[in-house]
């Protein structure tokens, strides 16, 4: 089993090389403590307030060959999308990648480099869900240690930038159709918000998949069901090798 105290912050090319993740479908680079900082938790659309963005500091993004994968989220089975909007949820899958998710009514699809997803409140900019992939040698979620000891690595190295104060509130595991899932919880603090999120990460098909979702701590109270509900739909599935894609995928 891997020790994830040697887990690194991310750096130029890759991170997390420590406990077996390779080079990433999708990595980040930042610049000095002055230059704007991006993190997975969507950091450019996270503010309340201009002020929030004045923090002289800026994101370089390293992508892999993600250009057309935004564009592949079709709702899947009859079954997963008639239960979605039954619930009030819109479901999505990515055919591609191999995972699906639901997500409330009244998000909207926003395009973030350096991620694979992301949709968003648009009044709401903390209430959110966005979903990363990193290559990986691992088979399993609990080949690299138990759930507190990787989230409490995630949530300070990958998940929050190092000028928040982060709090871990949970980590437990699941198994949904014989895979393993992490499901986190935790605080992310700024200086001039909250933010009370859940994560579910697990590995297949190659990936380290991260599925992150989360609102103000505000307004934790009136989302937390509906974010429970996203955190625990997030499913991933295995990929058909010669699928057929999509006309403008060909």
């Known amino acids: 089993m891997a020790s994830v105290q040697h887990l690194p912050s991310i750096h130029q090319t890759c991170f ?4 077996g993740l390779q080079k990433p479908v999708v990595a980040a680079t930042f610049s000095s403590s002055k230059r704007r ?27 892999g060959t ?32 191999g995972y699906e998710f639901l997500y409330p009514f009244g998000w909207q699809e926003v395009s973030v480099e350096g991620l694979d997803k992301v949709v968003k409140d ?11 992939l990193i290559a990986t040698t691992k088979q399993d979620i609990r080949d690299l240690g138990p759930p507190k000891e990787i989230a409490e690595a995630l949530i300070n190295k990958v998940l929050s930038p190092p000028s928040e ?17 992490y499901t986190l919880e935790f605080v992310a603090q700024a200086p001039n918000y909250t933010r009370h999120a859940l994560a579910a990460i697990c590995i297949g098909n190659g990936k380290f998949y ?15 069901d509906k974010l429970h509900t996203v955190v625990d739909s997030f499913k991933i599935f295995e990929i058909q090798e010669g699928a057929i894609l999509p006309p403008s995928m060909n």
Request: charged letters at 30%.
């Open 16 to 19: 997390l090389n420590k406990v």
């Open 37 to 63: 900082r991006a993190s997975f938790l969507i950091r450019a659309e996270q503010t309340e307030s201009p002020r929030a963005d004045v923090t002289g500091r800026r994101q370089t993004l390293v992508l």
């Open 210 to 224: 991260t599925f992150t979702t989360g609102a103000n701590q505000r307004r934790w109270e009136k989302m937390k």
């Open 122 to 132: 648009v009044i709401e900019p903390l209430e959110s869900a966005s979903v990363t």
């Open 165 to 181: 104060k982060t709090k871990l509130i949970d980590a437990t595991e699941r198994e949904v159709d014989g895979k393993a899932y």
């Open 66 to 97: 993600i250009g057309t994968c935004v564009s592949l989220f079709n709702p899947t089975s009859a079954a997963f999308a008639a239960e979605s909007k039954k619930a009030g949820y819109m479901g999505v899958t990515d055919k591609k990648d």
